[in-house]
């Protein structure tokens, strides 16, 4: 099986920065495709980035661009999410995903396209 361990979640004001990381363990082979997702209170599941960890570069969703950075350790199964100019828009439980391959085009971004899935991290932005 496949388990996947996110850590790095907190409360933080608006304007600083977080880093989230997501650790696969079991049958990692599984794990080749991983993202990031959060729901926000009330909200519905959505995307924030998705990195292929056998290289490429990641894609992010447009509210994200320019201040998210996602990458992928030197081992291949974990991968980390660095947050900077946090926004209170930005509160939200963050959850760990990953698939044996990644979608292309604009389905990338679609949670049926994951697998697996982890226990999520909380991120509160305060004003």
């Known amino acids: 099986q496949v388990r996947l361990a996110e850590s790095g979640g907190g409360s933080v004001q608006a304007g600083g920065s977080l880093r989230l990381s997501c650790a696969a363990s079991g049958y990692t082979y599984r794990t080749s495709c991983m993202a990031w997702f959060r729901q926000p209170p009330g909200g519905q599941r959505e995307a924030v980035g998705s990195i292929f960890t056998g290289g490429g570069s990641p894609i992010y969703a447009d509210p994200v661009k320019g201040r998210f950075t996602l990458s992928a350790g030197s081992a291949r199964n974990t991968v980390f999410l660095q947050m900077n100019s946090l926004k209170s828009d930005d509160t939200a439980m963050y959850f760990c995903?990953?698939?044996?391959?990644?979608?292309?085009?604009?389905?990338?971004?679609?949670?049926?396209?994951?697998?697996?899935w982890g226990q999520g991290t909380q991120v509160t932005v305060s004003s």
């Open positions: 995903a990953a698939a044996r391959w990644c979608s292309d085009g604009r389905t990338w971004s679609l949670p049926q396209n994951f697998q697996y």
